[in-house]
């Protein structure tokens, strides 16, 4: 199948049914086959990729399949009767390199190629492209891997690769964090020797073993005065009057983060910025009984804030400013606060991380560090808050 879709789509000649190449031939006389062809190519692609991904064997054909797209044909055309269409087809599907339609497949590769890989999984992060990253955070994929084509078996497939790598992510790190504490627990007891023999565990983020536990602890253990970041989450929500105006959610609201920010930095342009933004959402309801809309609204527009904001030409210098100021893990902190309080909008801040993932993703992850650190906090926030593993007996130590 690899060979006949070079010969078809690729080379331009030696395709064996020649009605096929035929009706190809046709649909590359289109005027419009300059807009359209990379969703034929592409539904192509998914036509194979659909049926190969259901059987574990075949799926390390995926990405050698996909790497054809960035193959050089031949310079020759055997069959000159035909060299006008080959030559247009080389040159719309040369364009579809641009699309992405295209991007979308190539991260699928990185992230079937990592799976089969025999290489260790995790090692520090090295001088790669940050697309290269990909495979290592699940809420990535929905947003990078499925284009505005995709048929629901593949949109299907995306979902169980997702549930997959997050709870293997969450098991590797129960099985670290327990690998550690028995260590540490050896170690307490005089009994090193016994502790270098416990089979060791690999640490499954690109964070040092100090700044991982550092994020664990924070993430997971119980926080000043007995509180979790749920804990919080969970009294706002109780405390807030839900029969106040939607005004005073906003300004509730607005309490609600700037007591998880350092007093320091709150007092600087931020706490302003942020207390403009929040109470300019929605003004015209102010005075109206705040529901889920507006509440999803809001938080959805704060994330535009604190992250990305993709109808400003993706500009993210709040959240560059955040990370250099209360550092990776705070600033995790306080998106996790707000999620927490409006879960509904998880799709839209993963959306947003994408769209930071898709901006950078040709970057050096040695040059976009401060990225990788936060896209390893956010998959930890993630996994304690939401996932199915509860580390907190253990972090807790």
Known sequence: ????????????????????????????????IDEYFRFILNRCCHILINRWQTNTQ???????????????????????????SVRRLRHVTHNFRDTEQYLALKRLARIIEARHSALPRYRQAEAVPLGSLINRYPYLYEHCLVTEDSDLQHQQYVRNMQVEAQHKFEVDLSHYVTYRVRQGRMHRQGRDDVAEKLRVVPNPTLLS?????????????RRDHGQSYRD????FLL???????????????????????????????????????????????????????????????L?????????????????LDLINNLGPVHTTGLLLRILLI????????????????????????????????MFENINIALSLNFGSVDLSHTTAR
């Not at 064996?16 to 005027?31: G, I, K, N």
């Open 239 to 301: 405390t807030h009057d839900q029969g106040a105006s939607f005004r005073q959610f906003k300004e509730d609201l607005f309490d609600y983060i700037m007591a998880d920010v350092n007093v320091g930095y709150g007092q600087r342009q931020f706490k302003t910025m942020l207390q403009d933004h929040l109470l300019a959402t929605c003004n015209d309801s102010d005075s109206s009984p705040v529901d889920d809309f507006l509440k999803v609204r809001t938080c959805s527009n």
């Open 209 to 221: 073993d100090h700044d991982l536990a550092s994020s664990l602890r924070h993430f997971a253990r």
């Open 303 to 319: 994330f535009n804030f604190l992250v990305v904001d993709p109808s400003a030409g993706r500009q993210h210098y709040v959240f």
């Open 232 to 235: 919080g989450a969970q009294r």
């Open 58 to 84: 075949l799926q390390p054909a995926i990405p050698v399949l996909i790497a054809l797209l960035e193959s050089t044909p031949p310079s020759r055309v055997p069959e000159l009767s035909r060299s006008r």
């Open 1 to 32: 199948m690899i060979d006949r879709f070079q010969a078809l789509f690729l080379d331009g000649f030696g395709y064996p049914d020649r009605e096929v190449v035929a009706a190809l031939d046709r649909l590359l006389s289109c005027h419009e």
């Open 342 to 373: 409006c879960q509904k909008v998880r799709p839209f801040v993963e959306r947003r991380f994408s769209l930071l993932f898709n901006h950078y993703e040709t970057v050096s992850s040695e040059t976009v560090e401060w990225l990788v650190t």
